[in-house]
């Protein structure tokens, strides 16, 4: 079972989630006079970065059809 919460599957999907969190916040936060610019740039580089790794980690997992 420790096996399963250590998968690629498994970090797939919570990094899914992650992102999905961060595309809320940022929608949430884009027109709110509170938050500040530099947050929300913090934001979008994270919500990129997290873009990045679940590409990675599907074509980790799925394997290459030219091969």
Do not use: C, Y
């Not at 250590?6 to 949430?28: K, N």
């Not at 679940?54 to 980790?60: C, D, N, S, V, Y």
Request: charged share 35%.
């Amino acid at each position: 079972m420790d096996a399963n919460l250590h998968s690629p599957q498994r970090q797939l999907i919570e990094l899914r989630m992650e992102h999905a969190d961060l595309d809320a916040m940022i929608d949430g936060a884009a027109g709110a006079p509170q938050v500040d610019e530099f947050t929300l740039r913090r934001l979008k580089k994270r919500r990129l970065a997290l873009r990045d790794l679940i590409e990675r980690l599907e074509r980790q997992l799925s394997p290459d059809d030219l091969a």
